[in-house]
């Protein structure tokens, strides 16, 4: 049965506005997705009702806001299927849980001539971070080329990983073309020449579901805003056999068990990471998206979302001045109109109302490698998307083509 998308998108007051003259067309969800009413009220209850630090139950306040940050936190790990919430640290973002694996694991288990592996397809924040690695211990960072359809080569990858590959760190989906990558092969390739494994899943878990144990990674990183979460709260997945050797990477307050001047114990995982006070309030929202996706019937809206990228890359392919850039599987679709600047597109968009991103969406080697130099224009889904949506971009398209 088609969902009521109509009704479900009233759950999203930010979809409701009229932008520039028109109602809001809104296509940016790679970049960050709406936000449900359920998680703005979770974050107005927490800082209305029950504002404390947490972990300092001492008084009534501190012990609710300690349960539902540790409610959240097993919330989370149910719905990527992590074998234990001791597994799940807070972070900032993918970008934090990425460079807190690169920092204690990167920095303190690789060494001069050890292999770090990622692919053209990463996202800034899964490249910069190795590359400080590399830098620092001596490691090469090797990279997965493309295929001539622009998709991550699994045959090249099966010449790269040797046993000096020490390290795997791959996007679960490409948030430049919206390609879902091989994760399953590499991990299991990875594994078999004892590499350490990380998936950047911040394009993969606002989409469909994700099992951390079938895939069997090391690490998974991801950041409540693309998932209908608020800001400034992510998650890093770890196995418990390595977030127990590894050593944290920020010190101070709430991550330790003793200190004296002389010598600190640290706490167990997770706290172990989460030195300071932590982002309560977006730790305790990011559960109530997650209670509000698991609410829903996903396999219908998985199914919406995927007939709407369909339906826009075959609006897209309609057009002969239009190229889309690889093959589009999830979420965003990336393309370039013949002699027009990406920018100048989008600008007409906005005009109508249309949201969508330009440029090199923080994938400036991938762009790179696809001659791509002004970048794209990119229209990234979410399941709250409709076919006016996409029947909207198309006709803005059109729209943008007559005044060019
Ligand atoms: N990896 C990918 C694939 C992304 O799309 C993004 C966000 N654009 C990031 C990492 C970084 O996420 P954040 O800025 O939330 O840390």
Aim: proline share 4%.
């Amino acid at each position: 049965m088609a969902p009521d998308i109509l009704t479900l998108r009233r759950d999203f007051p930010t979809l409701a506005q009229i932008v520039n003259g028109h109602p809001l067309v809104y296509l940016d969800n790679a970049a960050t997705t709406q936000k449900p009413q359920a998680v703005l009220d979770a974050l107005n209850h927490y800082y209305r009702d029950t504002n404390a630090n947490v972990h300092r139950a001492s008084h009534a306040l501190s012990g609710q806001a300690t349960r539902a940050f540790e409610q959240a936190r097993e919330k989370v790990a149910r719905f990527i299927r992590a074998p234990s919430a001791q597994e799940i640290v807070w972070t900032r973002g993918t970008t934090e849980a990425i460079n807190l694996v690169a920092y204690s694991v990167g920095r303190h288990f690789l060494k001069a001539g050890d292999e770090i592996l990622i692919s053209t397809l990463e996202h800034h924040a899964n490249i910069v971070p190795w590359q400080q690695v590399a830098t620092t211990t001596g490691a090469v960072l090797k990279v997965i080329p493309l295929t001539a359809e622009a998709e991550l080569d699994l045959e090249a990858a099966r010449e790269l990983i040797t046993s000096r590959t020490r390290l795997l760190a791959v996007g679960h989906v490409s948030n430049a073309l919206g390609q879902v990558n091989p994760v399953t092969e590499l991990i299991a390739l990875a594994k078999a020449v004892g590499a350490v494994t990380l998936v950047d899943g911040a394009q993969a878990v606002g989409h469909f579901p994700v099992d951390v144990q079938t895939l069997d990674c090391d690490f998974y990183a991801f950041s409540g805003h693309k998932m209908f979460g608020p800001t400034g709260i992510g998650v890093l997945y770890g196995k418990t056999e390595w977030l127990e050797k590894m050593p944290p990477w920020q010190t101070g307050g709430e991550m330790i068990k003793t200190v004296s001047f002389e010598h600190t114990d640290f706490a167990a995982p997770p706290f172990k990471f989460e030195a300071g006070t932590p982002n309560i309030a977006g730790a305790i929202a990011l559960g109530a998206a997650v209670d509000y996706l698991q609410e829903q019937n996903q396999t219908t809206l998985q199914r919406h979302e995927h007939e709407l990228l369909q339906r826009l890359v075959e609006g897209l392919n309609s057009m002969s001045d239009i190229r889309v850039i690889g093959r589009p599987q999830a979420g965003a679709v990336s393309f370039v109109m013949d002699e027009v600047h990406p920018q100048d597109l989008a600008t007409l968009l906005d005009m109508q109302g249309i949201a969508v991103r330009t440029g090199h969406h923080c994938a400036m080697p991938l762009m790179q490698a696809l001659g791509l130099k002004n970048g794209t224009v990119r229209a990234s889904l979410a399941f709250y998307n409709s076919a006016d949506d996409v029947a909207a971009l198309l006709a803005g398209i059109d729209k943008a083509r007559e005044l060019l």
